[in-house]
């Protein structure tokens, strides 16, 4: 053990302070018009006592609000006033509800987790001891829940013991970039009193992890489109999870204890859940489903893999009280793979429940031990200050003006050569006019979620010469990287911008990852195209323009792919990454419609990858795409079309093929039909077929994709075609399978909105949305693909 190790664990063993509340802060807003303005704040400077009596309510809030922040009737969203709101170790009392911000992380010290106590005399207006998104006197939400973007909540302790009656911890209506990790719940017991956890009844999100509840009649009540949870756990509540109401949902690692009801999604509105690597313990009642095949709709859709059942005399119930599957009061039942809903294999749909240990094929590559792999996002908790090296120290401006290549690469070049040091990117915009390279062994944290790093210049010009704009190993690289709250965008007209090219392989032992702190990580590292102050892809450079056929603002054309994980690369471990092209403005207080052009969202040609809880959006070609890839679990992933497709239609303005890139040939696509002569494609109500793919498989083995939302909402701006009554047909079809022998693709609970054809193998469409319709999307329970 060298000096430094011996240091941090003696450190450790004292109690030293997180490295965070220690830290130089050096973070800038370049874009806000205060030069002035804080984006770390911690909660004592403005007064909070954290001593368990004092009210710290008026502190907190203030900390949080200070700087002329986004909330309010006034400002629905803004990235110019990112803040990092730390709260060091302390019990804090509060009497009436914190009210978070936009682009707002809440962080406590991850080594004494500090608590955020409800008084026994708590009242508000507002909905929990957290309020992150508060109803307006006109019944409307603040923010609108599917545009809540870049929010976090770490390392806090929520308690509401002491208050009487009927209480949430955490209202948390979400979208994409956010995440709650971390946390603990301390919920009352009582039976006097109705305590929820986390209460979420809209939004597109989104991840929560690393999570415990104790108590409550609900440990967590949950309504969105789509959300990946993991690790959470659940003690002593009488419902464990109420689902509200979802497209998709997709758990893993969930531990249910002593509670009456594991997972109640009886709603009508539940599209379908994935429940993977779980136990339940001394509960009455693991699940209730509302899923009858005997309904027309498909709801309800359930896929159970490698779950134990220890003394739960009722596995699945029904909505009606009957028993589907019985457990065992006493003894222990282990449910390897069981689905219910409608199954193609490959042909369908055929109404299934069961255990058919063929439809649950589970690559081990993927897999530590009998777990599928998963890893926590690091805080680097025992590392002290000194061994954070700064951006902006390192002599990166970060205004978005200034070229700082030269300085992140000396940065990142230094922290590779002593793995005892890490990459702290302080809150800014750091503009590069080539690519940024991030070797082996970096370390890098972004602060704020608002470290960008954004490509701009004559390099990233050329739409037929693709650059990278942050390049992670170079091809045949071997080692190790671990990268957590940075965003990576463009500037400008870069047609040619690659914004992140994945090659780094992170060795594996033959049995899977590998040992130690393998394999590589990005955690909530995002790609943000246009739509953001600086970004000059604005409402002022690129206004939508639906009543002018065909045109295109090549000023506009901003990205060639948004993130390319190359054959080379291997071992990577991703969690909570949104790819996204922007539909719109974020600083407009209107959220004004715009339309920036990015070719590829992520195309996959690596092997052993992890997606857990990623988006990828409004990309001309595609958005997923795995091209000769093998062993690649993802978990609900998330697209969408571009809204003014098909005006142009796909693939211009990538008119070129690119075959490097594998780019889809719409011409042969949209003509080829077998089950139509093979003249011209057949589907019901004529749906545009030039339409952006959701999700591409090319010669590709051992793929498992738990939970897919692919949706196609708009043509030409308007939504009229992804309602039930223009029978869905925003577009011809969605996603797309080309297996490589009998164990390419599994795709469980698949989920579409808006295209006619579901899932097309090889040119022959294998589901169609009529026949899985739920209720605004249509779900298939489970797919596997044929030779």
């Not at 959220?591 to 070719?599: L, P």
């Amino acid at each position: 053990m060298g000096i430094l190790s011996l240091w941090l664990a003696a450190a450790s063993a004292v109690g030293a302070t997180f490295w965070m509340e220690d830290i130089r802060h050096q973070g800038i807003a370049p874009f806000n018009p205060y030069k002035a303005y804080p984006v770390f704040r911690s909660v004592k400077e403005f007064g909070a006592k954290g001593d368990g009596v004092t009210d710290d309510t008026a502190a907190i809030n203030a900390a949080i609000s200070t700087g002329g922040r986004c909330i309010g009737y006034q400002c629905v969203g803004t990235t110019t006033t990112p803040a990092i709101v730390y709260f060091p170790p302390g019990t804090y009392l509060i009497t009436s509800s914190i009210i978070d911000y936009y682009y707002t992380q809440l962080i406590g010290d991850p080594n004494d987790m500090p608590v955020i106590k409800g008084a026994p005399t708590f009242q508000s207006r507002y909905m929990g001891l957290l309020e992150s998104n508060p109803y307006q006197d006109n019944g409307h939400l603040n923010f609108l829940s599917t545009n809540v973007f870049y929010r976090q909540v770490r390392n806090l302790v929520f308690d509401t013991t002491d208050i009487p009656g009927q209480m949430l911890a955490v209202h948390w209506p979400s979208s994409q970039a956010t995440s709650i990790q971390n946390c603990v719940f301390n919920l009352s017991a009582r039976a006097s009193d109705t305590h929820t956890g986390i209460f979420m009844e809209e939004g597109s999100g989104g991840v929560l992890s690393d999570l415990i509840f104790y108590g409550g009649k609900y440990g967590a009540q949950f309504g969105n489109q789509q959300y990946t949870m993991r690790n959470l756990t659940f003690v002593g509540s009488q419902t464990a999870i109420l689902q509200i109401w979802n497209w998709g949902w997709t758990y893993k690692s969930l531990t249910i204890v002593d509670c009456d009801i594991g997972i109640n999604m009886s709603s009508p509105s539940v599209g379908s859940a994935t429940l993977l690597d779980s136990g339940f313990f001394n509960v009455k009642t693991a699940i209730i489903t509302s899923y009858d095949p005997t309904n027309s709709t498909s709801r309800g859709s359930l896929l159970v893999e490698n779950v134990v059942y220890d003394k739960v005399p009722t596995v699945l119930e029904a909505a009606d009280g009957r028993v589907l599957l019985l457990g065992d009061a006493t003894g222990i039942v282990y449910d390897p793979g069981y689905a219910m809903g409608n199954l193609y294999a490959p042909n369908g749909p055929v109404p299934f429940q069961g255990r058919d240990p063929e439809h649950f094929y589970q690559p081990k590559s993927l897999k530590r031990g009998h777990l599928y792999y998963e890893r926590p996002k690091p805080q680097y908790e025992s590392y002290p200050a000194s061994s954070f090296l700064s951006a902006r120290t390192y002599g990166a401006v970060g205004d978005g003006v200034t070229d700082d290549t030269k300085a992140l690469n000396t940065l990142f070049q230094a922290v590779a050569e002593n793995g005892n040091r890490i990459a702290f990117l302080d809150a800014g915009y750091y503009k590069v006019c080539d690519t940024v390279y991030i070797p082996s062994g970096a370390h890098v944290v972004g602060e704020a979620l608002a470290a960008v790093i954004m490509g701009a210049g004559p390099k990233y010009a050329d739409m037929e010469n693709p650059y990278p704009v942050v390049m992670i190993g170079k091809p045949g690289e071997e080692g190790c990287i671990e990268m957590s709250d940075v965003i990576v965008s463009t500037q400008g007209a870069t047609a040619g911008a690659v914004l992140i090219q994945y090659n780094l392989h992170t060795p594996s032992d033959e049995t899977g990852p590998a040992s130690g702190d393998g394999p590589s990580g990005l955690w909530d590292v995002h790609v943000r195209i246009g739509g953001f102050a600086g970004s000059q892809l604005q409402t002022a450079e690129c206004p939508i323009t639906p009543n002018a056929a065909g045109y295109i603002n090549k000023n506009c054309i901003a990205a060639h792919t948004s993130m390319h994980i190359t054959q080379h690369a291997g071992n990577l471990y991703m969690e909570n990454n949104w790819l996204w092209v922007a539909d719109h403005d974020i600083e407009d207080l209107n959220m004004t419609r715009i339309s920036v052009y990015a070719g590829r969202g992520m195309l996959i040609e690596g092997s052993q990858i992890w997606l857990v809880g990623s988006a990828v959006e409004h990309h001309t070609l595609y958005q997923y795409q795995l091209v000769n890839a093998s062993d690649i679990w993802m978990g609900q992933i998330q697209s969408e079309t571009p809204y003014y497709q098909p005006n142009p239609p796909a693939p211009y303005p990538f008119s070129n093929r690119n075959m490097q890139y594998w780019d889809p040939d719409f011409a042969v696509d949209c003509l080829y039909d077998p089950l139509n002569g093979g003249q011209k494609l057949g589907l019901a109500g004529n749906p545009p077929c030039a339409m952006a793919w959701g999700f591409r498989a090319l010669g590709s083995e051992n793929v498992v994709v738990f939970g897919a939302g692919l949706y196609s909402f708009f043509n030409n701006f308007q939504t009229n075609c992804s309602q039930k009554t223009a029978g869905e047909n925003c577009q011809a079809r969605m996603a797309y399978v080309d297996p490589r022998g009998g164990k390419g693709v599994e795709m469980y609970n698949l989920n579409t909105i808006g295209s006619v054809s579901m899932l097309t193998q090889q040119g022959t469409d294998m589901a169609l949305w009529g026949d899985n319709y739920v209720d605004f999307a249509s779900t298939l329970a489970v797919f596997r693909s044929g030779t």
